[in-house]
């Protein structure tokens, strides 16, 4: 038998992933108000921000990550609880800019 080793990233490479993550979510965020504009608003929604795109497309990843169907374990309730925390924050953040 023998153990599986699973390789963890290190510091850097996350500190590199999360600052890469920031205009990617920003981009998606403005393609988002893009698109509500022209296919949304015109049924009569009212129209959204960059930051209000932003706060969707991060609840959005949150409940997508939770629908991941891993297996229950305490490590993945506190990961999970860590996602949350951290959409908590963004939102937080996004609302702040928003108003």
Avoid: N
């Amino acid at each position: 038998m023998t153990a599986e080793k699973t390789e963890k990233p290190d510091l850097g490479e996350a500190l590199f992933l999360f600052c890469l993550s920031v205009p990617v979510h920003l981009w998606a965020s403005f393609v988002l108000t893009r698109l509500w504009e022209q296919f949304v608003v015109p049924l009569g929604v009212v129209s959204i921000g960059l930051w209000h795109a932003a706060g969707l497309l991060t609840m959005i990843g949150m409940i997508r990550y939770r629908a991941g169907g891993r297996d229950p374990k305490m490590q993945d309730s506190a990961e999970l609880a860590l996602v949350a925390l951290l959409a908590l924050g963004i939102g937080a953040l996004y609302y702040g800019l928003m108003t």
